[in-house]
C-alpha cells in the first residue's frame, strides 16, 4: 500500500510540474504577444524613414553654382567650388581658425561642398547660396543676425557662432549623385 501511495505522490508531483510549466509558457507567450504591438510602435514611421536620406543628382550644377536641398527638415547646402574657392579654403592656416579644421577633412572630393546650412550660434539659416546674397569677408557665407562670417569651406571665421557648419554624413553613389544621410 504504501508503494501504491508513493506512486501516485510520484505522479501528482509530475502532473502538477506540467500544469506549472505549461501555464508559465502560455503566460509569457500570451504577455509577449500583448506586448508586440506596443513595442511595434516605438519603430519609425514611413515618412519618417523616407526622410532619413535624400539623394541629390550633381550634374546640372554648374562649377561655382549652389543649391540647397532640404534634408531631415534642415537645408543643406551643396557647392561646386571652382579651383580658386579650393586654393582659398586649403591656403588658410588652422591656427588662424576658431574651430580648427582642415579643408581637406570637410570634403570627399575637393570640388564638392556639403553642410548643413544653419549658423551654430542660434540656429539662423546663412546667406551666401545665391549670387545676389552677401558673402562676407571671407566669400563664403554671412549670417546676418549676429554677424557670423564663413569661408568658402564653411568654417567660422569671425563673429559670434562657436563651430563651424557642420558635414552631414554623405556618400558619392556615383560621380554625380550623393546619397545625404
Not at 553642410?115 to 549670387?131: D, F
Amino acid at each position: 500500500m504504501a508503494e501504491a501511495a508513493t506512486h501516485a505522490a510520484g505522479q501528482g508531483e509530475t502532473r502538477r510540474d506540467f500544469l506549472l510549466y505549461a501555464t508559465t509558457a502560455v503566460g509569457t507567450v500570451g504577455t509577449a504577444l500583448a506586448l508586440w504591438p506596443f513595442v511595434h510602435s516605438m519603430n519609425p514611421a514611413a515618412d519618417v524613414l523616407a526622410l532619413s536620406s535624400t539623394e541629390v543628382d550633381l550634374a546640372p550644377i554648374a562649377e561655382g553654382q549652389s543649391v540647397t536641398v532640404t534634408w531631415r527638415g534642415k537645408p543643406v547646402f551643396i557647392r561646386h567650388r571652382t579651383k580658386e574657392e579650393i586654393e582659398k579654403a586649403r591656403s588658410v592656416q588652422d591656427s588662424a581658425l576658431p574651430d580648427p579644421q582642415k579643408d581637406e577633412d570637410r570634403v570627399k572630393k575637393p570640388e564638392w561642398l556639403v553642410m548643413i546650412g544653419v549658423c551654430t550660434h542660434l540656429g539662423c539659416v546663412p546667406l551666401g547660396q545665391k549670387a545676389s546674397d552677401p558673402k562676407g569677408e571671407f566669400e563664403g557665407w554671412f549670417c546676418p543676425c549676429h554677424g557670423s562670417h564663413y569661408d568658402t569651406s564653411g568654417r567660422i571665421r569671425k563673429g559670434p557662432a562657436p563651430t563651424n557648419l557642420p558635414v552631414p554624413e554623405y556618400a558619392f553613389l556615383t560621380d554625380t549623385t550623393i546619397k545625404i544621410g
